[in-house]
């Protein structure tokens, strides 16, 4: 086992550790992280492809209750029968609509013998910056909207909704806190407007049905995971392996000391062994 000994040293010791700390990293949160941002990716291009042949439906059929949510319907296009709350306006600040900053405005619908429902009704740009333009108000009365289902957004960490230009704002579209914050009860998923509807705005676009390179991120850092630990192994196979030659050849001096030394004893007595 000695010839092992220098495996324990502190130097290699620490090596270990960030090997085996690299590799645990890749295999639970790194190759997981781009995987599973595959699947989700992989699973709204499917639902949008869906939603582009089937036909709206309406949208007490998927959200029944005040307290429903459609994850599995999202982008699915829906029709809805009801009136707006346009006192209970609010917008979403720092939004990026075909590259370009935008607000997006959200405004509850009341539906029909149905639940009340967040529709993003579309975008406005922003003047002089990040001013908020002057915003053409929903329609009154009661008016019929066709949408498409949209999972609430998880809610700015950090973020919290302020007043500025006589409007309410939020960082992200997340249903509760913009419930909490208007005083007007929820459901789980709202709903954004297709072209041409009562109190539309800018349309804003289908994502691209593009997969993305997170599954070869993930594969990439499996790889990385399985190449660390051998790397190591080589090393220190390859280190073990120089000193058996450096002990051979110190041997063969030793046994015969008339023998001229050869260029790397002479470099290993001037420089020093390896221990």
Known sequence: MRRFA??????????????????????????????????????????????LSADPVPVTSVLPEQDSAAPEEQWHRVTATGRYLPDAQVLARLRTVEGEPAF???????VD???????????????????VPEIAPAPDGTVTIEARLRDS??????????EADGAQQVYSINTEQIAALTGVPLTGSYLQLTEDQPGGLGVIPLPHLDAGPFLSYGIQWIAFGII???????????????????????EAVEAAPDVPLTTEQKLADRYGRRR
């Open 228 to 250: 660390a630990p051998i790397g190591l192994g080589y090393f220190a196979f390859a280190e073990l392996r120089q000193r058996r030659r450096e002990k051979a050849a110190q």
């Open 153 to 162: 957004e998880l809610r700015a960490l950090g973020r919290e909704p302020f």
């Open 104 to 110: 997006e405005v959200l405004v509850p619908f009341a």
């Open 113 to 131: 013998d149905g639940p009340t429902v967040l529709v993003d009704r579309g975008y406005v740009r922003p003047v002089q910056g990040s001013g």
């Open 6 to 51: 220098f495996l324990f040293r502190p130097s290699w010791l620490a090596l270990f550790v960030v090997v085996i700390a690299f590799a645990y990293l890749c295999f639970t949160v790194l190759a997981p992280w781009q995987l599973g941002k595959n699947s989700k990716t992989s699973r709204e291009n499917a639902q949008i492809s869906r939603s």
